[in-house]
């Protein structure tokens, strides 16, 4: 198993847990509410309250939040795990989920974290690809553990949640147990010691683990806190679980709804808003998927959260519909803001609706692409030249002016130093702060499966503009190539949806690049006889998209698994060249995708 590396030396780096902020936390406010969970999904917590719409819900205040972690971290230490072992964490969200996360952090092990609507293959294949040297679990994966144990050799410290069957390990109940035997005495870990192994969401290709820091986590923290104004006395509905985590470091109450928090497009909008009444929540994280359902349930319903005044949405560009159908529906002085990041570097920039709706989205519906603001103060950033191949040092980097579009690179305390599993995605990636252009580059003092990064590659192409803000045009492997340069996906999509008809569009590229041909596949609220007539004459009114002529139905765009809002164009591209045959100079349809209607290219 290649070893983690930590950016900085234990031995000249101070102490850094973030769990730490969680202990300050109970001291200060021991009895407040930390985590509320659908009662149901609770294992071991008591605590019951009833809210308004009579659901029941199973709490834990910061002190018995803080006194779980300690316990759990105590127990592995007694049970003689080492530091920085791999375990991966497989449970429901809810109490034990987010005690468990703080414990592990307090006992300095890195825990591997997967989103389970990933598909059983894609699971199993993260979880073997960072090859877990437990698993903390409930007991159907311990059962998938067992059942694949060949992919998971190393899989030694296993605790279950609930009853164990007939696999090895101990319970969290036995583990708790230990604790007794052991003193508490938090694991010594410093800023740059591995604390997770995280998975991209695998949007763009198969998902990458990418190694967390405690620093990174408490950046995150810090950022997010000092930005946002959040704070203790806050009540967050969590419809991203990870969120609930930043929410009890800083004090603020956690609302776990009742939801499939790997489908977040499936959420039932009447349960969110129960929730969210029941807790008179102050604030609220989001995908656009959920945002977008919850604001047309409660303007067909006529009800709106009159205590919601934060809101937060991202994982995905947030169209201006959204935006002000979900405004419609919280308190009337209410700020709604759109974090930009990725699971590599997260926050980077942040725009606040008003803007979007005031200044913004009207160019973003003119093809400049989607406006998502100014840098976190804790980041630095640069656009350079779009290119495919790898950069080794920051000096052969080329960095373009104010108002190209190029790919944005950026380093800080919360950008990841490098993949964990997929380590041949790091070249790709990273590129290292040394060397100056004329001088040999700095690949002697580089590990071969971790190289030296300072800077990281985000594959987002986009470009800054007077004000300093960023705007996003698409990701890099999904910019289209033709023979008349390129085109970036969210500047043409963003043109074809303003057609009244038009859900979701995606541009893709079929052939080989540099001649690619363009095509754009629609989903439709309501298809109409003339429609392509329509998509034509509107994409000659945009020189963005003037060159555009192909046009495909699809009944419903792939997205991705994490929060159910970015396009699958990868999956789209394969799709459409099979409903299509390129026979130069023309593009003749194969089929009409399913539509159930001819004529849609």
């Known amino acids: 198993m290649p070893q ?4 900085q030396s234990a031995h000249s780096a101070p102490r850094l847990n973030v769990a730490d902020r969680l202990t300050r936390i109970a001291e200060q406010m021991p009895e407040a509410i930390a985590v509320a969970c659908p009662r149901k999904w609770s294992y071991g917590w008591s605590r019951a309250r009833c809210g308004e719409s009579g659901r029941q819900y199973a709490t834990a205040t910061f002190a018995e939040l803080d006194a779980e972690a300690t316990r759990i971290a105590a127990g592995l230490a007694a049970w003689g795990v080492p530091p920085a072992t791999r375990l991966a964490l497989l449970v429901r969200p809810g109490i034990e989920f987010v005690a468990l996360v703080f414990g592990l952090l307090r006992a300095g092990m890195v825990i591997v974290l997967v989103d389970p609507g990933m598909g059983r293959r894609n699971l199993i294949r993260c979880l073997a690809e960072a090859e877990p040297q437990g698993f903390v679990a409930i007991g159907l994966a311990q059962a998938a553990r067992v059942l694949w144990r060949h992919r998971f050799p190393l899989a030694k410290w296993n605790v279950t949640l609930g009853r164990r069957w007939f696999w090895r390990g101990i319970t969290l109940a036995q583990l708790s147990s230990l604790a007794r035997s052991q003193a508490s005495r938090p694991a010594e870990t410093s800023a740059g010691d591995p604390a997770a192994i995280i998975f991209t969401s695998g949007s763009t290709g198969v998902p990458k683990g990418v190694l967390y820091t405690q620093q990174m986590f408490d950046t995150q923290v810090a950022e997010i806190q000092s930005k946002y104004g959040l704070g203790p006395g806050g009540i967050d509905l969590a419809c991203f679980p990870l969120f609930a985590l930043f929410n009890s470091a800083m004090g603020v109450t956690t609302v776990l709804p009742e939801m499939d928090f790997s489908r977040p497009a499936s959420a039932d909008p009447a349960k969110l808003l129960g929730a969210a009444r029941d807790w008179q929540v102050t604030q609220a994280f989001a995908s656009p998927a959920v945002w977008r359902i919850l604001g047309e349930h409660c303007c067909g319903a006529g009800r709106r959260i009159d205590s919601l005044r934060h809101v937060f949405s991202c994982g995905a560009p947030v169209p201006a519909k959204v935006l002000r159908s979900t405004l419609v529906c919280v308190a009337e002085n209410a700020k709604m803001h759109t974090p930009y990041g990725a699971t590599e570097c997260l ?27 100014r840098k976190f103060d804790s980041i630095e950033w640069k656009i350079i030249r779009i290119t495919d191949e790898p950069i080794e040092s920051l000096a052969l980097a080329d960095e373009v002016a104010v108002g190209k579009i190029g790919e944005l690179i950026v380093r800080g305390p919360q950008v990841s130093p490098a993949y964990v599993t997929r380590i041949e995605a790091n070249p790709l990636a990273k590129i290292a702060d040394c060397g100056p252009r004329d001088s040999a580059p700095c690949s002697a003092n580089r590990d071969p499966q971790l190289p030296i990064a300072a800077w990281h590659r985000t594959g987002d192409v986009g470009y800054f503009d007077a004000e300093g803000r960023y705007w996003y045009c698409g990701r890099k492997s999904q910019r289209v190539e033709t023979g008349n340069g390129p085109l970036y996906t969210e500047c043409v999509e963003a043109i074809i949806n303003t057609h009244p008809a038009v859900r979701r569009s995606a541009l893709v590229g079929l052939g080989p690049r540099g001649c690619q041909v363009p095509v754009v596949v629609v989903e439709w609220k309501s298809r109409m006889a003339n429609s392509r007539d329509q998509l034509l004459a509107l994409a000659q009114d945009h020189a963005m998209t003037r060159s555009l002529r192909y046009f495909l139905d699809h009944p419903t765009l792939p997205v991705d698994i994490r929060h159910n809002a970015k396009i699958n164009r990868e999956q789209l591209a394969a799709w459409a060249s099979r409903h299509v045959s390129l026979r130069s100079p023309d593009l003749v349809p194969v089929s009409n995708g399913g539509s159930g ?5």
């Open 597 to 601: 209607e001819g004529g849609d290219v």
């Open 347 to 373: 926050p980077i920039a942040t725009i606040e609706a008003a803007e979007v709706l005031g200044d913004t989205a009207e160019r973003t519906n003119a093809g400049a692409g989607v406006c998502v603001g």
């Open 4 to 7: 983690l590396p930590s950016v």
